[in-house]
C-alpha cells in the first residue's frame, strides 16, 4: 500500500512521521471552488486539518490513515482528482505557469494530460512544464521538456538547452510525447534528460522570453497569496475559496480575478513579509527525522531577520524545505540546533547545540562582523 522512498501521490501515499502523506495533483495547477472546499474538507476529516502546497504545485494532505484511504480515493475520484492507475498518475507531472490569460496554456496541458495517458514509460522525476503566458517564469522549476513562450510563438526545449525548437500550438505535445519517447527508449537506469549524455533530436533555434515570478498582492490575473512554509490550514482554505485557485510553485496560490479579499490572519498579503524570506520543514514531531521543532521558531525569528537576509530552520541535515544555501540556517541535531552561515543544512556549523532561546543572540552574534 505505501512504501518509502516513492515519490508520493494520491494513489501512492507514503509514510511519514505523522501518518501517511497523500499527494494530489491538480490539472493544471487549478482547483475550482469546489474542488478547494472538499479538499480542505478532507484535510481536516481524514488527515492532520493541515494542506501543504508543494514545489510542482501540487497539494498533500499529512497524517493520513491508511483505513482512510478508501473514503479519499472514492471522493476524490468524484472531484476529478484522481487517475486511473498509480502509473499514469506518476507520469501526469506537468508543472503549469500560473501566470497565462486567454491564450494555449490550458489546451496545451489537457492535450498533454491525454498523450501521457497511456505512456510511453517514464520515471517519476521525469516532468514537463507548460509555460506558456506572455513570458516563461517556471525556470527556477526542475522539469525535462518544456513549452515555453519564445518571441516567435511556441518552442519545446529539453533542460540543459538553452534555446529551444520552435513548434505550432497543434505541433506542440505530439513533438514532446516523441522526445519523451525518445527518451524511455535509451534512458537505461537514468531518470533525467538531461543527464542522458545524449542530446535530445530537437533543433535549437530561439530562447524562452522570461518573466518575473508572483509576489503576494495584487496582479492582473487575480490576488497572490503567500502561504507561509507552503502551508494552510483547512479552515483557512475553505475561507480562501471565494474564487477558483491557480497553485503555484512559489509557495502561494492566485485567486482568479479577485482585487481584494478578508483574508485569514497569518497568510502572506504583500511582498516586503520576511516569512517570504524563511523556510521550515515539518520538522518534529510530524517527520521521523526530526527531533526539533521548525516552524513555530521560524515564525518567532521572522520579524528579526535582518533586511534582505534569507533563513532556513530545518529539523535535520537533509534540508527538504530549502535544500540550496541560506544567510542563515538552523539545523536540528540530537535536539538542538546548530548555525550554519551562508551554507546549506549539511554544512560545517559555526555555533553547535543551541536551544530556541539561545538563536535570537547566537544570530546576531555571529553576523555582527558582517554587517
Ligand atoms: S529536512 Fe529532515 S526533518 Fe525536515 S522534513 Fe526533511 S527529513 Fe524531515
Known amino acids: 500500500m505505501s512504501l518509502r522512498g516513492w515519490c508520493p501521490g494520491a494513489l501512492r501515499p507514503m509514510m511519514s512521521g505523522d501518518g501517511l502523506v497523500l499527494r ?4 493544471a495547477g487549478r482547483l475550482s471552488v469546489a474542488q478547494a472546499r472538499a479538499v480542505a474538507d478532507l484535510a481536516q476529516a481524514h488527515g492532520n486539518g493541515r494542506i501543504d502546497l508543494g514545489a510542482r504545485a501540487h497539494l498533500q494532505l499529512r497524517g493520513v490513515a491508511e483505513a482512510a484511504l478508501p473514503a479519499l480515493w472514492a471522493a476524490l475520484a468524484d472531484l476529478g ?8 498518475e506518476a507520469r501526469r507531472n506537468i508543472l503549469t505557469t500560473p501566470i497565462h490569460g486567454a491564450d494555449e496554456t490550458l489546451a496545451l496541458v489537457a492535450a498533454l494530460e491525454e498523450g501521457l495517458r497511456t505512456g510511453p514509460d517514464l520515471p517519476a522525476k521525469f516532468g514537463f512544464a507548460v509555460d506558456t503566458g506572455a513570458a516563461a517564469v517556471l525556470g527556477g522549476a526542475s522539469a525535462d521538456l518544456r513549452i515555453e513562450r519564445a518571441a516567435d510563438g511556441l518552442i519545446l526545449r529539453a533542460e540543459g538547452m538553452a534555446r529551444g525548437e520552435a513548434v505550432s500550438a497543434a505541433q506542440a505535445v505530439p513533438r514532446a510525447l516523441e522526445i519523451a519517447r525518445w527518451f524511455a527508449a535509451r534512458r537505461g537506469a537514468e531518470t533525467r534528460i538531461a543527464r542522458l549524455g ?61 482585487a481584494a479579499a478578508d483574508l ?14 524563511v523556510s521550515a520543514c515539518t520538522g518534529a514531531p510530524g517527520c521521523a527525522s526530526a527531533t526539533v521543532e521548525t516552524r513555530a521558531l521560524a515564525r518567532r525569528l521572522a520579524a528579526g531577520l535582518p533586511a534582505g537576509a534569507t533563513l532556513h530552520v530545518s529539523g535535520c541535515a537533509k534540508g527538504c524545505a530549502h535544500p540550496r544555501p541560506a544567510d542563515i540556517t538552523l539545523t536540528g541535531r540530537d535536539g538542538a540546533f546548530d548555525l550554519i552561515l551562508n551554507a546549506g543544512p549539511a554544512a560545517a556549523p559555526l555555533r553547535r547545540g543551541l536551544g530556541p532561546a539561545d538563536i535570537p543572540d547566537a544570530i546576531r552574534g555571529s553576523l555582527a562582523p558582517r554587517l
Not at 81 to 88: F, W
Open 24 to 27: 494530489i495533483r491538480p490539472h
Open 81 to 88: 482528482l484522481l487517475d486511473q492507475d498509480a502509473g499514469a
Open 198 to 258: 545524449l542530446a535530445p533530436p530537437l533543433r535549437a533555434e530561439q530562447p524562452p522570453l522570461t518573466g518575473a515570478v508572483l509576489v503576494p498582492g495584487a496582479t492582473p490575473f487575480g490576488l497572490c497569496i503567500g502561504l507561509p512554509f507552503g502551508q494552510i490550514g483547512a479552515q483557512d482554505l475553505h475561507r480562501l475559496a471565494l474564487a477558483p485557485l491557480r497553485l503555484t510553485p512559489w509557495r502561494s496560490v492566485l485567486l482568479e480575478g479577485v
Open 264 to 277: 485569514p490572519p497569518g497568510l502572506i498579503r504583500n511582498a516586503a513579509d520576511p516569512l517570504l524570506r
